[in-house]
């Protein structure tokens, strides 16, 4: 077994990359929100265009991409994942030349898709690769990646797209029609050199991938003692994963909300606030969600996971109300201070929707990784009660998709999550 797992050691170093890379990708968008806002004179339900073109991509290939790791293996899932991605990046930079928000748009569905594969691929490849005894371990460690990546992505969106210069609409009016053409398009063009970098780098990754060895689709079925293929459709006969799916739509929904809107609330509850230091309370957030992710890891060996998830999923409810209602810098830190709650939130709601499926296991995760969907939708509720109602009371709709996680989380029963192989 030593001499497999050391076989496997570069496709385990590359996989735990995969968590860092999509991380940074998804809260890019936090940054492009703000960004396009501003650009493209958007209202905040325009601005939710950003999430919606991106998590549909996420709706509409996880299937395929499924089926892809199903037919093919990991591996070529994985190289499919990296040439979306990176493709996706590189059309940012025709987008930006021509200035067009829908190219956007269409760039971020093809960095989506790529992730949907990469997303399908890496969770359930992290408890396949080496030994079954250390499977959760190699997840976790994996796992740790991902808040990296969020980081990684809110400090690239900074320093390199954000703009320390205020121009607010009285000022942006008062311009010649010259200068306020060439601010717009100083503006969009900020984001072409970063997502240009990016493609190239995770082109990079693809070429790695395709020459690093995985371990053959066939022999990890059989690792998995799985004989017969199971139709897709018989996920819809486990209510424990069809009630994950939903708590999983309404909780990335919430997540990406909050996250989405945060520069918007800080500028909008903190008079003179400029989009760069907006950034850094994302950032804060980001930060407490990653030692939130380490902290609920250390507590669950204490604590029943869907006990720990009820608690974290109702401390996130409060403070959401209480940000909507409070508002201010008090109501900002609050706001901050919901993303250490919601660290733990989709790796249980994860976990306990496949529990025990066996042979399922890998559609019950797909059908899981198709709620992502939710950020979409849920962000563009925030946009739209946003702009008849204020940010505030926006921050009301992520409150009640944590309910529906709460209920979730009680419903549970309050034992250990196996781990099905």
Not at 123 to 150: C, I
Not at 157 to 180: C, E, H, W
Not at 212 to 221: A, G, K, M, Q, S
Not at 303 to 308: E, F, K, T, V, W
Request: with cysteine; aromatic share 12%; glycine share 8%.
């Amino acid at each position: 077994m030593t001499s497999q797992r050391a076989r496997y050691v570069p496709a385990i170093i590359l996989t735990v990359s995969l968590f860092f890379l999509w991380g940074m990708a998804n809260n890019l968008n936090d940054i492009l929100i703000a960004q396009f806002k501003k650009a493209f004179t958007l209202s905040d339900f325009e601005t939710s265009f950003v999430q919606q073109a991106f998590y549909l991509g996420y709706f509409c290939l996880a299937i395929p991409a499924a089926l892809v790791v199903r037919a093919r293996g990991y591996k070529t899932a994985i190289v499919i994942g990296l040439l979306l991605y990176a493709a996706g990046a590189l059309l940012f930079y025709p987008a930006a030349h021509y200035g067009e928000y829908r190219y956007f748009l269409a760039a971020l569905f093809v960095i989506a898709s790529g992730l949907a594969f990469l997303e399908t691929s890496a969770n359930p490849l992290m408890t396949e690769l080496g030994d079954q005894a250390g499977a959760a371990r190699r997840l976790t460690f994996a796992q740790a990646a991902n808040p990296v990546g969020t980081l990684a992505g809110v400090l690239i969106g900074k320093y390199f797209i954000l703009s320390d210069i205020v121009q607010n609409d009285a000022q942006i009016a008062a311009m010649t029609p010259a200068a306020r053409e060439a601010f717009y398009r100083t503006e969009i063009q900020a984001v072409q050199t970063p997502y240009l970098v990016i493609g190239l780098v995770v082109l990079a990754f693809a070429l790695i991938a395709a020459m690093v060895r995985f371990p053959d689709h066939r022999e990890t079925e059989e690792a998995a003692e799985v004989t017969v293929t199971p139709r897709f459709v018989e996920v819809f006969r486990h209510p424990r994963l069809l009630f994950a799916a939903v708590a999983q739509f309404f909780y990335v929904g919430a997540q990406v909300g909050l996250w989405s809107y945060t520069i918007r609330y800080a500028q909008a509850n903190v008079p003179g606030m400029i989009e760069r230091t907006a950034a850094d309370y994302l950032f804060a957030s980001l930060l407490l969600f990653g030692i939130g992710r380490f902290a609920g890891a250390f507590l669950m060996g204490r604590i029943a996971p869907s006990r720990l998830l009820a608690a974290f999923a109702g401390i996130s409810l409060l403070l959401a109300v209480a940000a909507g209602l409070i508002g201010g810098m008090t109501g900002l830190l609050l706001l901050v201070g919901a993303s250490f709650f919601m660290s733990i939130q989709f790796p249980t709601i994860f976990a306990l929707g496949i529990d025990g499926l066996g042979p399922l296991r890998r559609a019950g995760a797909s059908l899981i990784v198709m709620a992502i969907i939710g950020g979409a939708a849920v962000t563009a509720v925030m946009g739209h009660l946003s702009d008849i109602a204020g940010i505030n009371m926006a921050m009301l709709v992520p409150a009640m998709a944590f309910l529906v996680v709460l209920v979730f989380a009680l419903c549970q029963p309050r034992r250990p999550i196996t781990m099905d192989h």
